[in-house]
T-cell receptor
Framework: EAGVAQSPRYKIIEKRQSVAFWCNPI?????LYWYQQILGQGPKLLIQ????????DSQLPKDRFSAERLKGVDSTLKIQPAKLEDSAVYLC?????????????FGQGTRLTVV | GDSVTQMEGPVTLSEEAFLTINCTYT??????LFWYVQYPGEGLQLLLK?????DKGSNKGFEATYRKETTSFHLEKGSVQVSDSAVYFC????????FGAGTTVTVRA
């Protein structure tokens, strides 16, 4: 079974530029998550999708971050414009359903450096 | 809202030592509890889970028991190896998967 795929693996941009990350979840998984992991901290949930609907985006900085999940499969996360404090690893994860007892499967992440 | 608090690291141990990482949680509902591990250069992966009170999760010699009365899910291993060096995250899922800050564990030969 293929895992969660993310691209790119690394990205370096200047502040005020824009950037987009892509995620392909495990086939058939209804729930998709985007997390931000700043060095030395735990993952922080940015947005959670159930199929192609948003379940939770309470911690997404909506003035600069946006995300979409087309047709309930792939997802993209965009930052525009980027700030220095956005430097982090962006993790995508998926799970079979929204149920609380199901585990989430994580991709390798995209390491973003804003200079 | 729901949250997880885990003991701060880093933790440094010698091989064959006993490891405990404390984790407590706050939740309004009845969450499932997880321990995830991140080995150097690798992605997050599930180590073990427990879905209801008094359940014990176990994997690779690690164990954790879901204690509702103390709202805890402490991770233990009786004899660690160098290969257990990693960052360990406690997490809860009450229809939203939330993580603790992580504990870095280094095992020396």
């Amino acid at each position: 079974e293929a895992g969660v795929a993310q691209s790119p693996r690394y990205k370096i941009i200047e502040k005020r530029q824009s950037v987009a990350f892509w995620c392909n979840p495990i086939s058939g998984h209804a729930t998709l998550y985007w997390y931000q992991q700043i060095l030395g901290q735990g993952p922080k949930l940015l947005i959670q999708f159930q199929n192609n609907g948003v379940v939770d985006d309470s911690q997404l900085p909506k003035d600069r971050f946006s995300a979409e999940r087309l047709k309930g499969v792939d997802s993209t996360l965009k930052i525009q414009p980027a700030k220095l404090e956005d430097s982090a690893v962006y993790l995508c994860a998926s799970s079979p359903d929204r149920g609380g007892n199901t585990e989430a499967f994580f991709g390798q992440g995209t390491r973003l450096t804003v200079v | 809202g729901d949250s997880v608090t885990q003991m701060e690291g880093p933790v440094t141990l010698s091989e064959e030592a006993f490891l405990t990482i404390n984790c407590t949680y706050t939740a309004t509902g009845y969450p499932s509890l997880f321990w995830y591990v991140q080995y150097p250069g690798e992605g997050l992966q599930l180590l073990l889970k427990a879905t209801k009170a008094d359940d014990k999760g176990s994997n690779k010699g690690f164990e954790a028991t879901y204690r509702k009365e103390t709202t805890s899910f402490h991770l233990e291993k009786g004899s660690v190896q160098v290969s257990d060096s990693a960052v360990y995250f406690c997490a809860l899922n009450d229809y939203k998967l939330s993580f603790g800050a992580g504990t870095t564990v280094t095992v020396r030969a």
